[in-house]
């Protein structure tokens, strides 16, 4: 309430004392100059300022003093403030009085409860320290009286308890004694019983004492009984150690009885590992019965139980019994286990291998991974137990050269679908047509084609998956996180087969008189399309697939999928380019047969187109219609207006016009070979083996380039009549009104046929060429 009214109504903050305008800013930045320089020198503020450090403890005004005097503290408020702000002076302590009140009574009502819990809480804990005061000087009364009733006791007792301490020494002495000269009458018991055991523990007990005491001749004669019923029962316990009619437990209790006996460890060791042999062999010659050809065999995951619940559990039995009862003979008795295990496991190995070695030509793995499962899981315990001998690694070994083989056999698998697809393509193109019903067109065989790979790469790659299933226990192998999934998987079955199928797709490519020549066109452009859709979206996802499903951890370097897409993309344009120069080397073969069978000087007037250039114009239509099934159209030049309306007009130009015009005649001063050579110089060069592109009008265009081509070289060496140039002149202007709509320039097929006409006027003696409008009229009646 002080502070608050100090706050209020202080002297510093009333008007009168309160500076305003500019000149009151002056000190303050005085003040804080000071206190800056105050904070460095470490002064306190009033010695920075030139005054006292704090408020004067004696003034009477000061509302938080000690000599607070409200009258002279009213007094200096009527003097020194007017009236509206002793009015806010008032209402603001009234305020605070108020405030302050209500704290206080809150604060009283909130621990009113506590200080009366505390109360009774310290009442209750004066009356509960009395009484426990009363009781522990009872408690120290009765201990006192407890200690000194006990050592009265002590003392009466004294004699007694040695007296009864040396006659309990005496009684257990009666007793080894009793025990001593009973015990060859109860070794000779135990024996007759067969309780071998309960013999040997009898013998260990007497046999340091009898040691001791052998002077005397009372103990000589009972170590001299003991010792040949010992030798007896030594005797009895080989006997029934050689005959090993008993299991492996029961041959290791006989060893670990001979040894308590004293018999040499060396000895024993060689006879347990030879009776051990025994029983092993027999299991391993069970095992390979099982593989003779007489009964048939089991199935792999019954003969890996077989093997697994009978040599490798025997030999489990006999290495952690070995290594029980000859753990005394050190680093040499381990080797020879080792040895042991190493010879006995290879023969084991061998026989499950025999037996995988018949599973490589199934195709189920579950089955196949199942019982390499149980088989390497079977092994761990004696890995363990053997860790010098190796098995683990031996079984790992296996299981990866096993999974190594199944990739093999699915890639061959893999290869034997794709060739299986093509069979049947091959059959379906080569089916006789039942009229009135269509068989399976190009692009329904494609997608046949591409749905069966893809379904086996699928299967593939699903029946691999189980070597590394999370259920298998050789999964977490090495091998299986790294290897088996980038080199195996990824690079040996995925892109060897797509390498593969690319490199069966470019046999098609040799030579006509070998493979390629038998290979139906339409083969060939399937591939090609089946190629081309692998480069754009198959390759990648079929090897990211192959990438979600195995989680490749081996930092080995695999194929990048730009190299394969750009080996199947090559591998699609030789087939194309050799579908090209197949269909082209087809259509050759009716121009060059029908160049050079027919007799050019004595043929009649042409009155008709021949009819093996309207076959070339239906195979060019109908292999336009068979690569439009699997291409796009593809670009073409710009075509002028009257293309189909060309006539003859244009073997006639004013730049063929001397070709077969009078200055053909004997009698002209120019040459014509020479106008010939000189027309080729300034005419566009047409390569006829240009590349092809992906598209209908760039094969279209690479066929009939070749095509013409050939009837054009097939003119060259022929010589013509009149009617013969005519005929030509006919047949060329019948494959220019049909042949331009295929190629992507128009203007290809004029100058081809221009040349074809210009050559055979070239070989003509008498050079008069048909007028134009008679060839349109043959041409249209054609």
Not at 30 to 35: F, I, L, P
Not at 650 to 668: D, F, L, N, W
Request: glycine share 8%.
């Amino acid at each position: 309430m002080a502070a608050a009214a100090t706050a209020g109504s202080s002297p510093g903050s009333g008007p009168g004392d309160s500076p305003e305008g500019p000149e009151a800013e002056a000190p303050e930045r005085r003040r804080k100059a000071h206190g800056m320089l105050k904070l460095y020198y470490g002064l306190s503020e009033g010695e920075a300022a030139g005054r006292p450090a704090g408020p004067d403890p004696l003034d009477p005004t000061d509302l938080n003093g000690a000599h607070f005097d409200p009258e002279v503290y009213l007094d200096k408020l009527r003097r020194e403030c007017p009236l509206a702000q002793l009015m806010d002076s008032e209402t603001d302590m009234v305020r605070q009085i108020r405030a302050l009140d209500s704290d206080m009574q809150t604060l009283v009502y909130e621990n009113y409860n506590k200080f009366i819990s505390a109360t009774d809480t310290i009442r209750k804990m004066k009356n509960d320290f009395r009484k426990m005061e009363d009781e522990m000087d009872r408690l120290a009364t009765n201990m006192a009286v407890i200690t000194d009733f006990s050592a009265r006791i002590s003392a009466t007792l004294q004699d007694r308890h040695e007296r009864i301490t040396k006659l309990a020494g005496v009684h257990a002495l009666l007793r080894k004694l009793q025990f001593l000269f009973e015990l060859p009458s109860r070794l000779t018991k135990c024996v007759e019983l067969g309780a071998y055991g309960q013999a040997v523990r009898y013998q260990g007990r007497a046999q340091a004492v009898l040691q001791q005491y052998q002077h005397l001749p009372s103990f000589r004669a009972i170590q001299d009984d003991c010792q040949v019923i010992t030798a007896r029962l030594a005797q009895q316990l080989r006997q029934r150690f050689r005959e090993g009619g008993s299991g492996a437990p029961e041959q290791a209790e006989c060893v670990e009885l001979l040894l308590a006996l004293g018999e040499p460890a060396e000895e024993l060791c060689e006879e347990f590992l030879a009776h051990a042999r025994g029983r092993l062999e027999e299991e391993l010659r069970s095992l390979e019965a099982e593989l003779g050809p007489s009964p048939p065999a089991p199935d792999v995951l019954e003969f890996t139980d077989h093997g697994g619940s009978g040599f490798v559990g025997g030999l489990c039995q006999v290495a952690a019994a070995y290594q029980e009862l000859f753990a005394a003979q050190g680093p040499a008795g381990a080797e020879k286990l080792a040895a042991f295990t190493r010879e006995l496991g290879s023969r084991y190995f061998a026989l499950v291998e025999r037996r995988l070695a018949q599973e490589q030509g199934g195709g189920d793995n579950s089955l196949l991974v199942r019982a390499l499962d149980r088989f390497h899981r079977r092994l761990r315990a004696p890995g363990a137990l053997l860790a010098a001998a190796g098995l683990t690694d031996a079984a790992t070994e296996i299981v990866e050269r096993v999974a190594r083989e199944r990739l093999g056999h699915h890639l061959q698998g893999l290869r034997a679908a794709f060739l299986g697809c093509l069979t049947d393509v091959r059959q379906a193109l080569a089916a006789p047509r039942v009229a009135g019903k269509e068989g399976p067109g190009l692009a329904e065989l494609l997608a046949n084609v591409a749905s069966s790979i893809l379904s086996h790469i699928k299967a593939s790659l699903a029946a691999v998956h189980l070597f590394t299933a999370k259920e298998v226990s050789f999964s977490n192998k090495p091998y299986f996180r790294g290897e088996f999934c980038s080199q195996g998987v990824r690079e040996g079955l995925i892109v060897g087969f797509i390498r593969s199928m690319c490199q069966t797709a470019q046999s098609f490519c040799d030579s006509p008189g070998e493979k390629g020549g038998a290979t139906p066109p339409a083969l060939l452009l399937l591939l090609s399309r089946l190629c081309l859709d692998y480069e754009t979206a198959t390759i990648s996802y079929i090897l990211t697939l192959t990438d979600e499903q195995f989680l490749v951890q081996d930092q080995s370097p695999v194929t990048p999928v730009s190299t394969l897409c750009a080996e199947a993309r090559e591998t699609a344009r030789r087939l194309l380019t050799h579908y090209v120069k197949v269909q082209g080397l087809v259509i050759s073969q009716m121009l060059r047969k029908s160049v050079e069978t027919r007799d050019w000087l004595s043929t009649l007037e042409p009155r008709n187109v021949r009819a093996v250039m309207k076959r070339v114009v239906e195979d060019t239509t109908a292999i336009d219609v068979q690569v439009g099934l699997l291409y796009e159209e593809g670009v073409r030049k710009a075509q002028s207006s009257d293309s189909s309306k060309r006539t003859f007009s244009v073997y006639s130009s004013s730049r063929q016009q001397g070709r077969y015009a009078p200055s053909y005649t004997p009698s002209a001063p120019m040459d014509t070979n020479l106008l010939s050579n000189i027309q080729k110089l300034f005419s566009e060069r047409i390569d006829v083996f240009s590349p092809v592109e992906f598209n209908k009008v760039s094969v279209l265009t690479g066929i009939i380039k070749i095509s013409l081509k050939t009837l054009l070289e097939c003119v060259r060496l022929r010589t013509f009549g009149r009617f013969g140039l005519q005929q030509v002149q006919v047949d060329c202007h019948f494959l220019q009104l049909y042949l331009w709509r295929f190629v992507a320039d128009e203007e290809l097929v004029h100058l081809l046929l221009d040349e074809v006409v210009a050559s055979a006027a070239l070989r003509c003696p008498d050079p008069v060429p048909m007028e134009p409008s008679v060839v349109e009229v043959i041409c249209e009646r054609g």
